[in-house]
């Protein structure tokens, strides 16, 4: 990571970001029940690289379509509160958590 | 204690005041638990019904079954999360399934009070608990070697990612108990054995 960089990322960078610590899979390895779960995600975002999030629940590819669908319910989309309060709401705990992610 | 005592901090619907798309989805949890009064946690998601049937579905794939991890190193992993993160209603209910799940009473209150000694654990359980401390503590500063050190305990990496899940699961479960200030159920000092 170059210098400058480095300035724009909170210090606890250092200790997230010695790569991958448990294997996830990746899209071009994915096969049988998580293939399709990626499958489902590009189709409905629309995208075609997975998140490195998702990509973390790829051993369970049940959870993952449990984990996208209540994202969607409650996340990424209006609810009583407005998606912006949640994305407000959601930065803050990820500053909070030191999840640079 | 009162009910005024016992009121939540954040106001949830009761099993008796549940109407139209809450009742629902009480009625939907009561179906797939077998059991009549509706969990304070899941009371909970009752300003958000379509959530709660979604978060009975989630719990039942991930935590309420055995999976690469057994169901009950789920309920160690839970309780012990949930001892970590001082939040005495999910501690006494899966403090509860851990015992039947198996465990015996005396490890089941080692873990309530956070004792790994007295808890009765195979070095691979203590090992996994280890981890389990350091990523609720502080997952962001967890380090490749923490994590090995779970493989040279005989874990595979399935079994990592699962107890991941786990531990994230109750960190998100702990704060919605202890935010709306569940009522702790005291199923342990009961001595039930059925919920």
Same mark, same amino acid.
């Given at each position: 990571?170059?210098?400058?960089?480095?300035?724009?990322?909170?210090?606890?960078?250092?200790?997230?970001?010695?790569?991958?610590?448990?294997k996830q899979i990746?899209?071009?390895?994915?096969?049988?029940?998580t293939?399709?779960?990626?499958?489902?995600?590009?189709?409905?975002?629309?995208?075609?690289?997975?998140?490195?999030?998702?990509?973390c629940f790829g051993q369970r590819p049940?959870f993952?379509?449990?984990?996208?669908?209540?994202?969607?319910?409650?996340?990424?989309?209006?609810?009583?509160?407005?998606?912006?309060?949640?994305?407000?709401?959601?930065?803050?705990?990820?500053?909070?958590?030191?999840?640079?992610? | 204690?009162?009910?005024?005592?016992? !009121?939540?901090?954040?106001? /949830?619907?009761?099993?008796?005041?549940?109407?139209?798309?809450? @009742? %629902?989805?009480?009625?939907?949890? =009561?179906?797939?638990?077998?059991?009549?009064?509706?969990?304070?946690?899941?009371?909970?998601?009752?300003?958000?019904?379509?959530?709660?049937?979604?978060?009975?579905?989630?719990?039942?794939?991930?935590?309420?079954?055995?999976?690469y991890?057994?169901?009950?190193?789920?309920?160690?992993?839970?309780?012990?999360?949930?001892?970590?993160?001082?939040?005495?209603?999910?501690?006494?209910?899966?403090?509860?399934?851990?015992?039947?799940?198996? !465990?015996?009473?005396?490890? /089941?209150?080692?873990?309530?009070?956070?004792?790994?000694?007295? @808890? %009765?654990?195979?070095?691979?359980? =203590?090992?996994?608990?280890?981890?389990?401390?350091?990523?609720?503590?502080?997952?962001?500063?967890?380090?490749?070697?923490?994590?090995?050190?779970?493989?040279?305990?005989?874990?595979?990496e399935e079994?990592?990612a699962e107890?991941?899940?786990?531990?994230?699961?109750?960190?998100?479960?702990?704060?919605?108990?202890?935010?709306?200030?569940?009522?702790?159920?005291?199923?342990?000092?009961?001595?039930?054995?059925?919920?």
């Open positions: 990571m170059s210098e400058d960089k480095k300035l724009l990322m909170p210090d606890y960078i250092q200790d997230v970001s010695r790569g991958l610590k448990i990746q899209d071009a390895e994915a096969t049988g029940e293939a399709v779960v990626y499958d489902e995600w590009r189709a409905l975002s629309g995208r075609k690289q997975m998140p490195g999030i998702l990509k049940d993952l379509r449990q984990v996208m669908k209540f994202s969607n319910t409650v996340h990424f989309s209006e609810g009583h509160l407005s998606r912006r309060y949640k994305e407000m709401i959601a930065s803050y705990v990820s500053y909070l958590n030191r999840c640079p992610y | 204690m009162s009910d005024a005592e016992r !009121a939540t901090k954040i106001k /949830v619907v009761e099993d008796a005041d549940a109407a139209g798309v809450v @009742a %629902e989805a009480y009625d939907y949890w =009561r179906a797939s638990s077998g059991r009549t009064k509706v969990p304070g946690i899941l009371k909970c998601l009752s300003a958000r019904p379509d959530f709660l049937k979604q978060a009975v579905d989630f719990s039942n794939t991930i935590q309420f079954s055995d999976g991890l057994t169901r009950r190193h789920k309920e160690l992993i839970g309780s012990y999360v949930s001892y970590l993160n001082d939040c005495p209603y999910c501690l006494d209910s899966h403090a509860f399934f851990l015992k039947v799940q198996g !465990a015996s009473d005396a490890a /089941v209150a080692a873990i309530m009070r956070g004792d790994l000694d007295g @808890a %009765e654990l195979t070095p691979a359980e =203590r090992a996994l608990l280890k981890y389990v401390e350091l990523a609720t503590k502080a997952a962001y500063r967890t380090t490749p070697e923490d994590v090995q050190k779970l493989r040279d305990a005989g874990w595979k079994q990592i107890a991941v899940y786990i531990i994230a699961l109750f960190a998100m479960f702990n704060r919605i108990a202890n935010a709306f200030g569940v009522p702790v159920q005291n199923y342990v000092a009961m001595g039930r054995t059925t919920p």
